[in-house]
Protein backbone atom coordinates (compact mmCIF):
# COMPACT_ATOMS: atom_id res chain seq x y z
CA UNK A 1 0.00 0.00 0.00
CA UNK A 2 1.24 3.64 -0.97
CA UNK A 3 2.39 5.47 2.37
CA UNK A 4 3.79 9.18 3.25
CA UNK A 5 7.14 8.32 4.34
CA UNK A 6 8.67 11.08 6.68
CA UNK A 7 12.25 11.79 8.25
CA UNK A 8 13.71 11.43 10.40
CA UNK A 9 11.56 10.27 12.82
CA UNK A 10 12.87 12.41 15.78
CA UNK A 11 14.86 15.73 15.34
CA UNK A 12 16.67 17.32 18.15
CA UNK A 13 17.89 21.38 17.65
CA UNK A 14 19.28 23.75 19.92
CA UNK A 15 16.99 26.88 20.14
CA UNK A 16 17.61 29.36 17.15
CA UNK A 17 18.72 26.77 14.42
CA UNK A 18 17.03 25.95 11.32
CA UNK A 19 15.69 22.64 10.50
CA UNK A 20 14.02 21.13 8.11
CA UNK A 21 11.54 18.24 8.05
CA UNK A 22 11.44 16.08 5.15
CA UNK A 23 8.35 14.71 3.38
CA UNK A 24 8.19 11.54 0.38
CA UNK A 25 4.39 12.20 -0.15
CA UNK A 26 2.63 9.26 -2.23
CA UNK A 27 4.13 9.81 -5.82
CA UNK A 28 0.59 10.93 -8.34
CA UNK A 29 -0.50 13.04 -5.26
CA UNK A 30 -1.27 16.54 -5.69
CA UNK A 31 -2.38 18.53 -2.54
CA UNK A 32 0.38 18.42 0.35
CA UNK A 33 0.07 19.45 3.99
CA UNK A 34 1.47 19.93 7.84
CA UNK A 35 0.10 19.71 10.64
CA UNK A 36 1.40 19.90 14.40
CA UNK A 37 0.55 18.50 17.23
CA UNK A 38 2.52 19.95 21.15
CA UNK A 39 2.60 17.31 23.56
CA UNK A 40 -0.57 16.74 25.47
CA UNK A 41 -2.47 18.99 22.72
CA UNK A 42 -4.65 18.67 19.61
CA UNK A 43 -3.83 18.27 16.41
CA UNK A 44 -3.45 21.51 14.58
CA UNK A 45 -3.38 22.50 10.48
CA UNK A 46 -0.43 23.85 9.35
CA UNK A 47 -0.32 24.54 6.00
CA UNK A 48 -1.86 23.66 2.67
CA UNK A 49 0.22 23.47 -0.50
CA UNK A 50 -0.73 22.81 -4.40
CA UNK A 51 0.44 24.05 -7.75
CA UNK A 52 3.72 25.11 -6.17
CA UNK A 53 1.99 27.33 -3.86
CA UNK A 54 0.71 27.73 -0.57
CA UNK A 55 -3.05 27.63 -1.00
CA UNK A 56 -4.15 27.88 3.30
CA UNK A 57 -2.21 28.51 6.27
CA UNK A 58 -2.93 29.05 9.47
CA UNK A 59 -2.35 31.07 12.16
CA UNK A 60 0.54 29.33 13.29
CA UNK A 61 2.75 29.27 10.19
CA UNK A 62 4.25 32.67 10.65
CA UNK A 63 7.43 34.13 8.50
CA UNK A 64 9.96 31.43 10.98
CA UNK A 65 8.04 28.70 8.46
CA UNK A 66 8.30 27.61 4.87
CA UNK A 67 7.08 25.03 2.97
CA UNK A 68 8.95 23.89 -0.35
CA UNK A 69 8.49 20.87 -3.22
CA UNK A 70 12.28 21.32 -4.08
CA UNK A 71 11.91 18.39 -7.23
CA UNK A 72 9.42 16.14 -8.24
CA UNK A 73 9.41 13.66 -4.48
CA UNK A 74 10.05 15.72 -1.79
CA UNK A 75 7.85 17.79 0.56
CA UNK A 76 10.10 20.06 2.57
CA UNK A 77 8.68 22.08 6.38
CA UNK A 78 11.60 24.51 7.31
CA UNK A 79 11.71 26.65 10.44
CA UNK A 80 14.39 29.12 10.02
CA UNK A 81 15.03 29.65 13.97
CA UNK A 82 13.65 27.68 16.19
CA UNK A 83 12.03 28.43 19.51
CA UNK A 84 11.09 26.14 22.37
CA UNK A 85 7.44 26.27 22.09
CA UNK A 86 8.22 24.75 18.13
CA UNK A 87 8.47 21.33 19.68
CA UNK A 88 6.23 19.18 18.42
CA UNK A 89 5.04 16.04 16.52
CA UNK A 90 4.57 17.01 12.87
CA UNK A 91 3.09 15.34 10.46
CA UNK A 92 2.76 15.55 6.95
CA UNK A 93 -0.19 14.49 4.72
CA UNK A 94 -0.84 14.32 0.63
CA UNK A 95 -3.95 13.68 -1.42
CA UNK A 96 -4.67 13.38 -5.14
CA UNK A 97 -7.33 15.62 -4.45
CA UNK A 98 -9.06 18.48 -2.75
CA UNK A 99 -11.77 16.92 -0.43
CA UNK A 100 -11.04 13.72 -0.87
CA UNK A 101 -10.59 12.37 2.46
CA UNK A 102 -10.71 8.71 1.81
CA UNK A 103 -7.48 9.66 -0.35
CA UNK A 104 -5.79 11.53 2.10
CA UNK A 105 -2.69 9.73 3.79
CA UNK A 106 -0.60 11.26 6.62
CA UNK A 107 2.68 10.32 7.37
CA UNK A 108 3.58 8.78 10.74
CA UNK A 109 5.32 12.02 12.03
CA UNK A 110 8.75 13.44 13.02
CA UNK A 111 9.26 14.37 16.30
CA UNK A 112 11.29 17.99 16.87
CA UNK A 113 12.42 18.52 20.43
CA UNK A 114 13.83 22.31 20.61
CA UNK A 115 16.88 22.57 23.13
CA UNK B 1 -14.76 28.38 13.42
CA UNK B 2 -14.98 25.06 14.20
CA UNK B 3 -13.52 22.94 16.88
CA UNK B 4 -13.80 19.37 18.51
CA UNK B 5 -13.93 18.30 21.83
CA UNK B 6 -13.10 14.87 22.86
CA UNK B 7 -13.98 13.56 26.46
CA UNK B 8 -11.59 11.97 28.37
CA UNK B 9 -8.17 11.92 26.72
CA UNK B 10 -7.27 7.94 28.30
CA UNK B 11 -9.79 4.86 27.95
CA UNK B 12 -9.29 2.10 29.75
CA UNK B 13 -11.57 -0.99 28.41
CA UNK B 14 -11.03 -5.11 29.37
CA UNK B 15 -11.17 -6.80 26.05
CA UNK B 16 -14.40 -8.11 24.53
CA UNK B 17 -16.14 -5.20 26.40
CA UNK B 18 -17.79 -1.85 24.64
CA UNK B 19 -15.65 0.73 22.93
CA UNK B 20 -17.28 4.54 23.58
CA UNK B 21 -15.19 7.55 22.60
CA UNK B 22 -16.91 10.51 22.98
CA UNK B 23 -16.82 13.63 20.25
CA UNK B 24 -18.44 17.07 20.76
CA UNK B 25 -18.63 19.18 17.42
CA UNK B 26 -19.00 23.04 16.78
CA UNK B 27 -19.24 24.21 12.88
CA UNK B 28 -21.11 27.34 11.76
CA UNK B 29 -21.96 25.23 8.94
CA UNK B 30 -23.48 21.67 8.22
CA UNK B 31 -19.90 19.64 9.31
CA UNK B 32 -18.17 16.61 7.41
CA UNK B 33 -16.69 14.50 10.71
CA UNK B 34 -14.20 12.01 10.71
CA UNK B 35 -12.49 9.50 13.06
CA UNK B 36 -8.68 8.67 13.09
CA UNK B 37 -6.64 6.21 14.63
CA UNK B 38 -3.30 6.27 15.41
CA UNK B 39 -1.26 3.05 16.08
CA UNK B 40 2.22 3.17 17.58
CA UNK B 41 4.97 4.45 15.18
CA UNK B 42 2.27 4.59 12.57
CA UNK B 43 0.75 7.89 11.19
CA UNK B 44 -2.91 8.75 11.30
CA UNK B 45 -5.34 6.46 8.85
CA UNK B 46 -8.97 7.20 8.57
CA UNK B 47 -11.85 5.23 10.98
CA UNK B 48 -14.76 6.58 9.13
CA UNK B 49 -16.40 9.32 8.01
CA UNK B 50 -19.82 11.52 8.03
CA UNK B 51 -19.76 13.70 5.11
CA UNK B 52 -24.24 13.99 5.16
CA UNK B 53 -25.62 10.87 4.44
CA UNK B 54 -26.40 8.39 6.30
CA UNK B 55 -26.51 9.52 10.07
CA UNK B 56 -24.35 5.82 11.26
CA UNK B 57 -21.73 5.44 9.74
CA UNK B 58 -19.28 2.03 9.23
CA UNK B 59 -15.90 2.25 9.22
CA UNK B 60 -13.04 -0.62 9.24
CA UNK B 61 -11.57 -2.73 11.94
CA UNK B 62 -15.95 -2.73 13.15
CA UNK B 63 -15.64 0.42 14.47
CA UNK B 64 -18.88 3.05 14.00
CA UNK B 65 -20.25 6.38 14.61
CA UNK B 66 -23.56 8.25 14.84
CA UNK B 67 -23.60 11.68 13.58
CA UNK B 68 -26.49 13.14 16.10
CA UNK B 69 -27.20 17.18 15.15
CA UNK B 70 -29.30 18.20 18.09
CA UNK B 71 -26.51 16.36 20.40
CA UNK B 72 -23.61 18.16 17.83
CA UNK B 73 -22.22 14.75 18.42
CA UNK B 74 -20.37 12.18 16.69
CA UNK B 75 -19.24 9.55 19.48
CA UNK B 76 -17.41 6.44 18.52
CA UNK B 77 -18.08 2.87 19.18
CA UNK B 78 -17.17 -0.84 18.86
CA UNK B 79 -19.46 -3.86 20.52
CA UNK B 80 -16.10 -5.80 21.53
CA UNK B 81 -13.12 -4.85 22.14
CA UNK B 82 -9.84 -6.24 20.98
CA UNK B 83 -5.97 -6.09 21.71
CA UNK B 84 -5.22 -4.72 18.70
CA UNK B 85 -7.71 -1.81 19.18
CA UNK B 86 -5.08 0.31 21.70
CA UNK B 87 -4.31 3.12 19.74
CA UNK B 88 -4.88 6.93 20.10
CA UNK B 89 -8.12 7.75 18.68
CA UNK B 90 -9.28 11.44 17.23
CA UNK B 91 -12.31 12.95 16.08
CA UNK B 92 -11.89 15.91 13.28
CA UNK B 93 -14.39 18.10 11.82
CA UNK B 94 -14.10 20.13 8.06
CA UNK B 95 -16.93 21.89 6.20
CA UNK B 96 -18.04 20.79 2.94
CA UNK B 97 -15.28 21.82 0.98
CA UNK B 98 -11.40 21.18 1.62
CA UNK B 99 -8.92 18.48 3.37
CA UNK B 100 -7.82 21.20 6.15
CA UNK B 101 -9.21 19.34 8.99
CA UNK B 102 -9.24 20.53 12.85
CA UNK B 103 -8.88 17.81 15.23
CA UNK B 104 -9.90 17.17 18.97
CA UNK B 105 -7.11 16.43 21.67
CA UNK B 106 -7.10 12.38 20.92
CA UNK B 107 -8.12 9.84 23.11
CA UNK B 108 -5.36 6.83 23.98
CA UNK B 109 -7.34 3.39 24.21
CA UNK B 110 -5.98 0.84 26.45
CA UNK B 111 -7.42 -2.80 26.16
CA UNK B 112 -6.93 -5.22 29.20
CA UNK B 113 -6.78 -8.62 28.68
Known amino acids: EPEVTQTPSHQVTQMGQEVILRCVPI?????FYWYRQILGQKVEFLVSFYNNEISEKSEIFDDQFSVERPDGSNFTLKIRSTKLEDSAMYFCASSPEDSAYEKLFFGSGTQLSVL | AQSVTQLGSHVSVSEGALVLLRCNYSSSVPPYLFWYVQYPNQGLQLLLK??????LVKGINGFEAEFKKSETSFHLTKPSAHMSDAAEYFCAVTKAAGNKLTFGGGTRVLVKP
Open chain 1, 27 to 31: SNHLY
Open chain 2, 50 to 55: YTSAAT
